[in-house]
């Protein structure tokens, strides 16, 4: 499929005049909001005020932006220390409208309130993704991003409302359904994480459609979830649309803290709505734009679960420049990594997303892995599985091996870390509805 090139569409914009500001508007805007946010945060949460008042920092020392710095930071330990609600600003019972919670598999879930005012907001900010990818009030946008307590589903939806879009909220799973009425609902836009576009894509195929063919599909807001590359090629291949990348997390917000646009070099944050701040995590001090580091997000304008430098443990870095697009709102690079993602294997340090890239260029094999941690005799072993292209050939002993030793050694040669390489059949990885499960670490077991 042929992509539509800068300049060869009209831009679109949900709210132009914030998000082609100049700076220093930006700047003033940002100061006035952090002014009111620190207010609130010292009145009306005794964290906060605790926090502050250990610094020896009051509310009236925040002047401007340039002040963000004296203030402490947030981790998701203090977040889960304040379950349920000792984080809220306002009394749960009058004004909060909702109440969403990330998954509490290692502790307490971190639960975040939303008056109708943060909910009008994040509609906003995910509406202006919608726009990004060419979409307006006449889209018909199929959200197949899961419905509940994880913020996926429902805020695409008020973004979709705000938008004033037609929405088919399907939340995930139901595969087949979810392909026959995109078909004949004709959905120009597609919401999931990226895993679950490619089974959906996967699904249709094996049903006999070809989508950019028999779809009316344009585009797919993907995020939750770290996505190569090579992935997003083959989404927009199968699937013949621009696949964008959509940030967020349900501590800040939820999907559409920043978003890509067409020309995809970047995610444009929502500064009218959060300071990025990207940190050095052993020193806490800011690293140089363009350098990689921990991003740091405080809240502008929530008003139940407002932050204050929150660490959200993501890795990425501020991309210097103007974009072609013309929104002037700093753009962030796509997230590959967590710094709690980093695996330690026999002490060399790696990242999921680094056996992703490495096995990229080998045409054999699929964007569907899985890594494999295990100890045998107090030694760190790992495995990597990873799916055949339909076409490679299983009956050639000798042709696995040779591939299984070429992965294992292009790894070798850039993680120095040795992997056992097992290629695995086509579809024999379980595939995933919401985000993929990569890592299976069975050391502690
Ligand atoms: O995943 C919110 C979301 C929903 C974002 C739908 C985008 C689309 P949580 O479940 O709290 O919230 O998980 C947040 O997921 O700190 C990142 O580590 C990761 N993450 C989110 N978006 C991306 C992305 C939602 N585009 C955590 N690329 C974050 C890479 C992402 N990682």
């Keep these: 499929m042929q992509k539509p090139t800068p300049g060869a569409y009209q831009e679109r914009f949900y709210q132009k005049e914030l998000e082609t500001m100049d700076r220093e508007a930006l700047l003033a805007l940002q100061g006035g909001c952090l002014v009111a946010t620190v207010a609130n945060c010292y009145a009306n949460i005794p964290f906060y005020r605790q926090a502050m008042d250990a610094i020896g920092v009051l509310p009236g020392d925040i002047k401007s932006i340039e002040d963000l710095h004296r203030l402490p930071f947030t981790t998701k330990q203090d977040m889960r220390n304040a379950y349920p609600f000792d984080l809220f600003a306002i009394n749960v019972k009058h004004e909060v409208q909702r109440l969403h919670a990330s998954s509490g598999t290692t502790g307490n879930a971190t639960v975040c309130g939303y008056t109708q005012n943060d909910i009008d907001n994040w509609g906003d900010c995910f509406a202006r993704s919608i726009a990004q990818v060419g979409g307006g009030s006449e889209s018909i946008l199929q959200i197949a991003y899961g419905y509940g307590l994880f913020t996926g589903g429902l805020g695409a939806h008020e973004g979709g409302i705000r938008m004033g879009a037609t929405i088919l909220p399907m939340s995930s799973g139901n595969t087949r359904r979810q392909v026959q009425m995109m078909k004949d609902f004709s959905s120009d836009i597609l919401a999931c994480t990226p895993s679950y576009a490619l089974l959906i894509a996967d699904t249709a195929i094996e049903m006999g459609f070809d989508p950019p063919k028999d779809f009316n599909l344009s585009a797919a807001i993907l995020g939750a979830e770290p996505w190569s590359q090579g992935m997003r090629q083959e989404i927009e291949e199968k699937l013949g649309v621009v696949a964008v990348d959509i940030y967020g997390l349900s501590e800040v917000m939820g999907p559409g803290v920043s978003c890509e646009c ?30 990689l580091g921990e991003v740091v997000f405080t809240t502008l304008t929530k008003e139940c679960s407002p932050l204050l430098r929150y660490r959200t443990r993501d890795i990425s870095r501020i991309i210097p420049g103007e974009c072609s697009c013309g929104r002037t709102l700093r753009r962030m690079d796509r997230v590959s990594g967590r710094t709690d993602d980093m695996l330690i294997i026999r002490g060399v340090n790696v990242f999921p997303s680094q056996f992703q890239q490495a096995i990229a260029d080998f045409a054999e094999v699929t964007n569907h892995y899985e890594i494999i941690l ?52 086509p579809k024999s990885i379980e595939r995933s509805m919401g985000k993929a499960r990569r890592v299976i670490d069975m050391r502690q077991l």
């Design 262 to 291: 067409r020309a995809q070099n970047g995610l444009h944050v929502a500064e009218d709505h959060f300071v990025i701040e990207i940190l050095n995590p052993e020193t806490l001090k800011p690293v140089p734009d363009g350098e």
């Design 374 to 425: 295990t100890r045998k005799d107090q030694l760190d072993m790992v495995e990597l599985k990873v799916e055949t292209v339909p076409e490679f050939d299983f009956d050639e002993i000798r042709k696995i091996e040779s591939l299984q030793q070429r992965i294992a050694g292009e790894l070798k040669s850039s993680l120095q870390v040795n992997v056992r390489v097992s290629v695995v059949e």
